[in-house]
Nanobody, 125 residues
Framework: QVQLVESGGGLVQAGGSLRLSCAAS????????MGWFRQAPGKEREFVAA????????YYADSVKGRFTISRDNGKNTVYLQMTKLKPEDTAVYYC??????????????????WGQGTQVTVSS
């Protein structure tokens, strides 16, 4: 079984930075594609960023390209989301997700089998 625990959320002013972490446990998790999604109040959960199992490929939502960076440390089974130049519209609960064996990197929620509990990011104007 895979467990994901996010941390690093908080309150930050517009233009500031935060780094989210996702600690993963479970067999083969270092091989899984990993993703970050977010959900703002009253909105659907949306894709933010993803990294392939070996970290070679990365995908980003257009809204965060150039501002957010996903990375992973497979030795620590941890995935990071470095967020810079934050905007009030980035305010949301951020979720870490893991794909699973046989699942490739994806921007689609349905391709991720495992989810963390989420961490709140609030950006004030």
């Amino acid at each position: 079984q895979v467990q994901l625990v996010e941390s690093g959320g908080g309150l930050v002013q517009a233009g500031g930075s935060l780094r989210l972490s996702c600690a993963a446990s479970g067999r083969y998790v270092s091989l899984y594609a990993m993703g970050w999604f977010r959900q703002a109040p009253g909105k659907e959960r949306e894709f933010v960023a993803a990294a392939s199992g070996l970290g070679g490929a990365t995908y980003y939502a257009d809204s965060v390209k150039g501002r957010f960076t996903i990375s992973r440390d497979n030795g620590k089974n941890t995935v990071y989301l470095q967020m810079t130049k934050l905007k009030p519209e980035d305010t949301a609960v951020y979720y870490c997700a893991a794909g699973g064996l046989g699942r490739d990197i994806s921007t689609t929620r349905d391709e991720y089998a495992y989810w963390g509990q989420g961490t709140q990011v609030t950006v004030s104007s």
